[in-house]
């Protein structure tokens, strides 16, 4: 009896520690300022969904060490705002960048947003060929709006 409960504290502190929580964030912030991608990454997702704006400079900083270090997901959220949300073409060219780090790594959503950035020609020319090649990639691990977005120009 006493084993299993000692088993199963050690499970919970474990799962704890995988997950970023409001005890947990000083830990996880200084394994992100020691420079680990991935506590970089939870970190700026945990603020951020605590309403803390990507633009704020802490989320920034953390999501861009993380897409610098080449961490997927970070590369994904910075590359979709970036895409979506530049007002200058050296931004949205980074972002084209962070999204196809992203994509690389097989990040489907990443995937399929390049392949709207070759559609559309954001941030890198036109080529209906690329784009069609992004969304096919999407399409084929499963991703919904990739799929209709080649019915789509099927039509």
Same mark, same amino acid.
Do not use: F
């Given at each position: 009896e006493e084993a299993r409960a000692l088993?199963?504290?050690?499970?919970?502190?474990?799962?704890a520690e995988r997950e970023v929580t409001e005890e947990s964030l000083p830990r996880?912030?200084?394994r992100a300022?020691?420079?680990?991608?991935?506590?970089?990454?939870?970190?700026?997702?945990?603020?951020r969904?605590?309403?803390?704006?990507?633009?704020?400079?802490?989320?920034? @900083? =953390?999501?861009?060490? %993380? /897409? *610098?270090?080449?961490?997927?997901e970070a590369c994904l959220i910075l590359g979709r705002e970036l895409v979506e949300f530049s007002r200058n073409d050296e931004d949205l060219k980074r972002g084209v960048e962070y999204l196809r780090n992203a994509a690389d790594?097989?990040?489907?959503?990443?995937?399929?947003?390049l392949g709207a950035c070759y559609a559309e020609g954001r941030g890198v020319p036109q080529d209906p060929a690329q784009a069609? @090649? =992004?969304?096919?990639? %999407? /399409? *084929?691990r499963g991703d919904a709006k990739a799929k209709l977005d080649i019915a789509t120009r099927l039509l």
């Open positions: 088993l199963n504290a050690g499970q919970a502190e474990e799962k996880w912030c200084v300022e020691d420079g680990d991608p991935e506590a970089q990454y939870k970190v700026a997702v945990y603020l969904n605590r309403g803390v704006s990507a633009i704020d400079r802490d989320v920034r @900083r =953390y999501l861009t060490s %993380a /897409a *610098e270090q080449g961490h997927p790594c097989s990040v489907i959503p990443a995937m399929r947003l069609e @090649r =992004y969304y096919l990639k %999407a /399409a *084929e």
